[in-house]
């Protein structure tokens, strides 16, 4: 009977690991997407409530934390049990980070308020729709511990990287057309880079997932589009005497 109960005891409190990191889950991909709708709308304000925002994610994982080192050290779990907590603890971690970024783009709001509006923003949106949708199902992904979904956002990952890649090419393209569009086009550079961040983020997770189901660690080398980092943008005839 003692047995029965700690085992019960054991579940519950992995049932409250659980509960956490969904939450924090939610609150992340709502952040994200708040955060690139008020970009769109140019609103100071509604970026200043979710910067404040961001302390309710970081209060979960500071609950995560708590909760998975007090199991380790009062239940020594093993085999699966061990993975579900180590396994849990990365995740909030990822979470947390992608509520950062989304902290990060509301920063960029209230300078970018102040400056003539780019027609990238809206490459931006579909963008950021797109890793909101990974946060979600590999969000599934963990609940429903399913390893096809877990894969299914690992692989919409290289959509997100070409077009964050593009749109690091239209911006600089941007930049070198008028010196007047420097500072937009760099402080939304930052932001499509924080955007690109979170669905590497989401991508974390899945392999997370894939290991505590499967208990093998991810092996395959991820597929990636994001070729940002070699663009090299020439300048025109014209614009290079000028």
């Keep these: 009977m003692k047995s029965e109960h700690i085992v019960k005891s054991f579940d519950e409190k992995l049932n409250q690991l659980n509960t956490a990191i969904a939450q924090m889950g939610g609150l992340a991909e709502i952040q994200l997407d708040e955060a690139v709708q008020a970009l769109v709308r140019r609103d ?8 404040e925002k961001d302390k309710r994610i970081d209060a979960l994982e500071h609950d995560v934390d708590s909760m998975t080192v007090r199991l380790l050290a009062l239940r020594q779990p093993m085999a699966e049990d061990l ?9 909030s971690s990822d979470l947390e980070r992608i509520g950062d970024y989304a902290k990060n783009i509301a920063k960029r709001i209230a300078p970018l308020a102040q400056t003539p509006p ?4 809206h490459t931006l949106r579909r963008m950021a729709t797109l890793v909101r949708g990974m946060v979600k199902t590999v969000l599934d992904a963990y609940i429903e511990r399913d390893i096809e979904k877990a894969s299914d956002v690992i692989a919409r990952d290289e959509e997100v990287d070409a077009l964050h890649t593009s749109l690091f090419r239209e911006l600089l393209t941007y930049m070198m057309e008028d010196p007047r569009n420097i500072t937009p086009c760099t402080h939304l550079l930052f932001v499509a ?8 983020h989401a991508t974390n997770i899945a392999e997370n997932v894939q290991f505590l189901v499967s208990g093998e660690s991810f092996t395959e080398e991820r597929p990636k589009g994001d070729e940002s980092s070699v663009v090299v943008v020439q300048p025109t005839s014209a614009e290079a005497t000028q």
Excluded: F, M, P, Q
């Design 193 to 200: 880079k924080n955007i690109e961040r979170s669905g590497d």
């Design 118 to 121: 780019l027609e990238t923003v």
């Design 83 to 91: 993975r579900a907590i180590v396994v849990a603890l990365k995740i």
């Design 44 to 51: 100071a304000e509604a970026a200043a409530h979710i910067i």
